[in-house]
């Protein structure tokens, strides 16, 4: 007779691509998840042919337009990360997740890998976007259309990523959809805010405040110290949110 240790969940673990894809589905199957994409798509192509109509011809190259696309996406994805963390309460579904997968801490790295393969899908729509403007610019006669530097391709990447994840921080953190999404969106403006008009916090600010922190990744050079900022602002806005959060899901009693 054989004996095996292995516990009956263990034979029946879904595994940690499955449940991304599963994550993924879930992003676009709720009708909040899915409306905020469409609104991110819509509002990228609103803008780029905003800046082919009235821009000067300068600015209609497809580096220009592909800086004009990170905006709506920065703004809008980290509310994707907060959703697609709260979804789980304000829809009451934590208990069937959790039932079927009872080692949280998977459905929380299947939730975060998600959000950030959206977050990187978003920067190749981005440059979609601004090629197919830039294509509109060249047939209209706009000269030197083409260029795109790689290492603003990178600093896209690392944008959106730590957005996204700031967005999934704080949802892991309050497990509530209204107050993640309001707080996400007024902590950042009221530091800025305190950081300007208070003369003792505008040293902090410049190490914390991300609206500060983060504006040399738009642009392609970031020197070592620009990278210490960064660093220090994504500790304090990201990963001490996803740490706490994750910690605080992991407890957190389900009905």
Same mark, same amino acid.
């Given at each position: 007779?054989?004996?095996?240790?292995?516990?009956?969940?263990?034979?029946?673990?879904?595994?940690?691509?499955?449940?991304?894809?599963?994550?993924?589905?879930?992003?676009?199957?709720?009708?909040?998840? @899915?409306?905020? #994409?469409?609104?991110? +798509?819509? =509002?990228?192509? $609103?803008?780029?042919?905003?800046? !082919?109509?009235?821009? *000067?011809?300068?600015?209609?190259?497809?580096?220009?337009?592909?800086?004009?696309?990170?905006?709506?996406?920065?703004?809008?994805?980290?509310?994707?990360?907060?959703?697609?963390?709260?979804?789980?309460?304000?829809?009451?579904?934590?208990?069937?997740?959790?039932?079927?997968?009872?080692?949280?801490?998977?459905?929380?790295?299947?939730?975060?890998?998600?959000?950030?393969?959206?977050?990187?899908?978003?920067?190749?729509?981005?440059?979609?976007?601004?090629?197919?403007?830039?294509?509109?610019?060249?047939?209209?006669?706009?000269?030197?259309?083409?260029?795109?530097?790689?290492?603003?391709?990178?600093? @896209?990447?690392? #944008?959106?990523?730590? +957005?996204? =994840?700031?967005? $999934?921080?704080?949802?892991?953190? !309050?497990?509530?959809? *209204?107050?993640?999404?309001?707080?996400?969106?007024?902590?950042?403006?009221?530091?800025?805010?305190?950081?300007?008009?208070?003369?003792?916090?505008?040293?902090?600010?410049?190490?914390?405040?991300?609206?500060?922190?983060?504006?040399?990744?738009?642009?392609?050079?970031?020197?070592?110290g620009q990278w210490g900022r960064i660093g220090?602002?994504?500790?304090?806005?990201?990963?001490?949110?996803?740490?706490?959060?994750?910690?605080?899901?992991?407890?957190?009693?389900?009905?």
């Open positions: 007779m054989t004996i095996t240790t292995e516990r009956p969940a263990d034979l029946h673990r879904p595994p940690l691509l499955r449940l991304t894809r599963v994550e993924l589905r879930k992003l676009v199957d709720t009708r909040a998840g @899915a409306w905020l #994409l469409a609104t991110i +798509g819509l =509002l990228n192509v $609103a803008l780029v042919a905003a800046m !082919l109509v009235w821009a *000067p011809a300068a600015e209609r190259t497809v580096e220009a337009l592909f800086y004009v696309t990170l905006l709506p996406i920065g703004i809008l994805l980290p509310v994707l990360g907060i959703l697609s963390i709260t979804g789980e309460w304000s829809q009451r579904t934590a208990l069937g997740t959790f039932t079927l997968v009872p080692r949280r801490e998977r459905v929380i790295v299947a939730k975060l890998a998600a959000v950030v393969l959206t977050a990187l899908a978003s920067v190749l729509v981005s440059v979609a976007v601004a090629v197919l403007g830039g294509l509109v610019a060249a047939a209209t006669g706009t000269p030197d259309v083409w260029g795109l530097p790689s290492l603003l391709l990178w600093h @896209a990447v690392v #944008l959106q990523v730590t +957005g996204v =994840l700031m967005g $999934a921080g704080f949802g892991l953190l !309050l497990l509530n959809t *209204p107050l993640a999404i309001v707080t996400y969106l007024f902590l950042p403006i009221l530091w800025s805010t305190l950081g300007a008009t208070i003369p003792g916090l505008r040293g902090p600010a410049e190490w914390l405040d991300t609206t500060v922190t983060m504006d040399p990744l738009f642009g392609t050079d970031v020197d070592a220090v602002s994504l500790l304090v806005w990201m990963i001490l949110p996803l740490a706490a959060g994750t910690l605080r899901t992991l407890r957190q009693e389900v009905s």
